[in-house]
């Protein structure tokens, strides 16, 4: 997960890193190389060249989702989805009781829900967040 700002509180840092890599480690079917998190799926894979990558699509349940497709160094293309909350599989609900962890933890430090989670957004979609950055650890 890239950050711009650096996160302060160990507590917050660990839910942010786990929320953004819970759909990881990664592996091509056609080389066996593995892409153990965001970060490397990203900065190890190539865009495809002509076309951005990303496609929106419907998941089984007609919840939205992107796609977004790289190529792997062996030239074959994988795929990664970034679910919207409502993602009802293991992952997608083990996601959202981190989002709720996280949501719960930054309520009890005096902030308020909706920009608690405005600032979680902020940070899993790689803009940082200067409120969370400043965020002292908690004792």
């Known amino acids: 997960m890239h950050t711009p700002q650096a996160i302060n509180d160990p ?3 660990a839910g942010l890193t786990a929320l953004a890599e819970s759909s990881f480690p990664k592996t091509c079917n ?3 190389r593995n892409y153990p998190d965001v970060e490397s799926f990203i900065s190890q894979t190539q ?3 002509g076309h951005s990558g990303l496609k929106a699509s419907t998941g089984d349940t007609g919840a939205p989702l992107v796609e977004l497709f790289r190529n792997c160094v062996c030239g074959s293309t994988l795929l990664d989805l970034f679910n919207d909350r409502r993602d009802i599989s ?3 609900i ?3 009781l981190r989002f709720d962890q996280l949501l719960r933890y930054l309520e009890a430090r005096n902030i308020p829900r909706l920009q608690a989670r405005s600032e979680i957004l902020k940070v899993l979609h790689g ?3 200067k409120l969370l950055s ?3 650890p908690s004792e």
């Open 30 to 32: 056609t080389c066996g």
């Open 47 to 49: 865009d495809l060249i």
């Open 11 to 13: 507590k917050l840092f």
């Open 90 to 92: 293991n992952e997608g």
């Open 127 to 129: 803009e940082g967040s």
């Open 94 to 96: 083990e996601r959202r």
């Open 134 to 136: 400043q965020l002292p």
